[in-house]
């Protein structure tokens, strides 16, 4: 039986994989889980905030139902960003958050996700507990004993005043367009930025249940290119449906991705000593370009397996500052429990206001070296690191490559894949070295 939770909770087509019925039984599951270590005479409290996908309608409606009748008192924060619920369960001291959202899926899509106390993403422990819990019978109170359920009025003042307090200084004399994605930021990422100081332009914040991430957000950047251009401003954020990534767009309309960005706050929390053991947390995915300038600027790369859940567990475990994922998912551990594409669109901003440097003088921190990807399909991914003309192929790659390249063999998580990655000074040779990397693969690791 395949795990029910993924990466980043459990996804599926709205009424088709994710049920209202499955909905339910994981909140109930989840409240036994999560709730179970409040004090006596407390019942256990959790918030819950949706993206505006409009099958979050109907599953925060039975999430809501769920943990309610099962003891819970919900706080239901309405439509805000993951990164914002995950802040307000800490804020609010609550047992833990519920986050219904599939991210930068397409709107039938969606998802739940569990926060721990904290605002903490689980652990597989605390997964794999709810999974077991849902096979039990739920905790089933009667009276007045049962959760009762009330609006999370200023839920979102909280978040974006935490987001403002953040800040070294204010955003005044800089333009900037924001691409909400038809998003859970459609309304909080434009308040900060205009509180902040910012001259805004904002696309991409009609949200109507059906249009997130379509053709808008961190996904689809031509648009944001296009606006930053033609209203002249000095930069542009690009969010996702959930708005916990970032990702930024020069006066040029040159793409500023998640390395780039991580290169240019390492550099900044350094000089203000800041970046704890001078450290920056990235998974093996990151380009490596980022590595060779982080080397020059005297900051350390920690490397994880791909995926913000592990980028997380690598900072937590050296209680690092930094860290984040080259798709955008940036975290800044004083601020933030998770990837936060607001909170990073605004410390980027004040790095440009306080520097008065252009967003693309501050981007040369790093020269992104070529990468080619390719994912090779039908193959025996648990032989990858074993099979020894693989591995010989690889070596040998890596000998041509020297220092100025890099190769990565990574079998996917979830498919019969094995994917190729190779890194060069020039891109018709990551091309070359990627192909024939990739036909050695599907040769030697076919399935039978």
Known sequence: MSRLFGTDGVRGLANGELTVELAMQLSQAAAAVLGHEVSAGRRPTAVVARDPRIS???????????????????????????????????????????????????????????LARGGEKLTDDQEDAIVRQMDRAPLRPTGADVGRIQRFADAEDRYVIHLLKSLPNRLDGLKVVLDCAHGAAAGCSPQAFKDAGADIVVIGADP????INDGYGSTHLQNLQQAVIEHGADFGIAHDGDADR???????????????IMGIMAVALKEAGRLKDDTLVVTVMSNLGL????????????????????????????SYSLGGEQSGHVIFADYATTGDGVL???????????????LAELAQVMQRMPQVLVNVKGVDKSRTGLDAEVQAAVADAEARLGASGRVLLRPSGTEPVVRVMVEAEHEDVARREAEDLATIVKRELALS
Do not use: W
């Not at 970032?246 to 780039?260: K, W």
């Not at 490397?303 to 913000?308: S, Y």
């Open 344 to 358: 990073t669109g605004l410390q980027l901003g004040a790095r440009l206001a306080a520097t008065g440097k252009t």
């Open 246 to 260: 970032c990702l930024a767009v020069d006066a040029t309309g040159t793409v500023v991705d998640g390395d780039q």
């Open 56 to 114: 979050g309608e109907f599953l925060n409606a039975a999430v809501q139902a769920g943990l309610a009748s099962a003891g819970v008192d919900v706080y239901d924060a309405g439509v805000l960003p993951t990164p914002a619920a995950a802040f307000l369960v800490g804020d609010l001291d609550a047992d833990f958050g519920v986050m219904i959202s599939a991210s930068h899926n397409p709107a039938p899509d969606n998802g739940i996700k569990f």
């Open 208 to 211: 109507d249940g059906i249009n």
């Open 291 to 318: 590595k060779l300038a982080m080397q020059r600027e005297g900051v350390r790369l920690v490397e994880t397996k791909v995926g913000d859940r592990y980028v997380l567990a690598g900072m937590k475990h050296g």
